[in-house]
């Protein structure tokens, strides 16, 4: 089984700065994409960021220029740096995983979720 371990959350004050870390453990072929994903409270789960094994990136529109992601294959570890931090960043923030099992086939795995709370 693949687990993902999500950590860094908190609470900040506006403008502050976060930074959040998920490992995945487990019997991991390889990983292709990894990403964040958000849900504030009465709203749908939303892209934040992915990156691919091979460095490729996407952001949502709303975090471009103020969020980085990152991942270290060698430590199956992705993460986001989230700077200049609003209250409308509150939001519970899950990691996400396409793991490859050696046959060549897929499974998503998702971690627990992080509370990050931007609030003076």
């Known amino acids: 089984q693949v687990q993902l371990v999500e950590s860094g959350g908190g609470l900040v004050q506006p403008g502050g700065s976060l930074r959040l870390s998920c490992a995945a453990s487990?019997?991991?072929?390889?990983?292709?994409?990894m990403g964040w994903y958000r849900q504030a409270p009465g709203k749908q789960r939303e892209l934040v960021a992915t990156i691919t094994s091979g460095g490729s990136i996407n952001y949502a529109d709303s975090v471009k220029g103020r969020f980085t992601i990152s991942r270290d294959n060698a430590k199956n570890t992705v993460y986001l740096q989230m700077n200049s931090l609003s209250p409308e960043d509150t939001a519970a923030y899950y990691c996400?995983?396409?793991?490859?099992?050696?046959?060549?086939?897929?499974?998503?795995?998702w971690g627990q979720g992080t509370q990050v709370t931007v609030s003076s």
């Open positions: 487990g019997r991991i072929f390889s990983i292709n994409t």
């Open positions: 996400n995983a396409r793991i490859r099992w050696s046959d060549a086939s897929t499974e998503v795995f």
